[in-house]
């Protein structure tokens, strides 16, 4: 029987011949051999993690979109960009202070999230996910579940993100997203709320106070 060799795995015993790895969807090595052991197993995810090191400080802090400072920022990714983008212009248009922010990595995040957020009162990550509402019943800040994008934001930045998700099956609608944004602005005037920037001002004075 004649042997049939595709172009593919010629050109893979070519690049073997050569002295190259090869490519396994397991568990491997610098050489491209399957490992089980230990030491490998550490050493892999160890490089793995100056991969991703690398990258993160190849990355520039994001473009925000609008003003640099404001009541509101709305944080994103992926395709819901041009939706928030029509909704948040429509807002600036009727005088609201809020600006947008779409984020391309999400691991590795980019630098200098936490510098732009404290730049805003607020801010909200929007995202096609499920997170709870306040006020639904059981949900409190112990039980409340935050979007993913939320959830990786506070844990990177500290800062205290809160979220609005739903999961219709189907884009955003700008309309949507305006009468969220427009009740949060509504909401943060109502409170008068400090920029996060003087939050943390605050709270550091309080504290040299304290230590004086």
């Not at 490519?23 to 100056?50: I, K, M, P, V």
């Not at 609201?96 to 691991?107: D, E, K, M």
């Amino acid at each position: 029987m004649q042997r049939h060799t595709t172009a593919a795995a010629h050109a893979l015993l070519v690049v073997w011949a050569f002295g190259a790895s090869v490519t396994t969807g397991l568990a491997h090595f610098r050489d491209g051999r399957t490992r089980h052991d230990y030491a490998a197993n550490q050493e892999s995810h160890r490089l793995r993690s100056r991969k991703l090191a690398t990258l993160q400080q190849a990355l520039k802090p994001p473009p925000v979109y609008g003003e640099p400072e404001g009541d509101l920022l709305v944080v994103s990714w992926g395709s819901t960009r041009g939706t928030i983008e029509e909704a948040v212009d429509r807002i600036k248009k009727e005088g609201g202070s809020l600006s947008s922010l779409n984020i391309q990595f999400l691991n590795p995040l980019p630098p200098g999230l936490k510098q732009i957020f404290a730049r805003f009162r607020k801010v909200i990550a929007v995202e096609l996910n499920y997170s709870d509402d306040w006020g639904d019943p059981l949900i409190d800040e112990e039980t409340r579940r935050y979007s993913q994008l939320a959830l990786m934001l506070r844990a990177k930045t500290l800062v205290d993100v809160d979220c609005f998700s739903r999961v219709p099956g189907r884009p955003f609608m700008p309309v949507e997203i305006y009468d969220v944004l427009t009740a949060e602005l509504k909401k943060l005037n109502a409170a008068g709320f400090a920029p996060l920037e003087k939050i943390s001002q605050d709270m550091e004075s309080t504290h040299d106070n304290v230590s004086n």
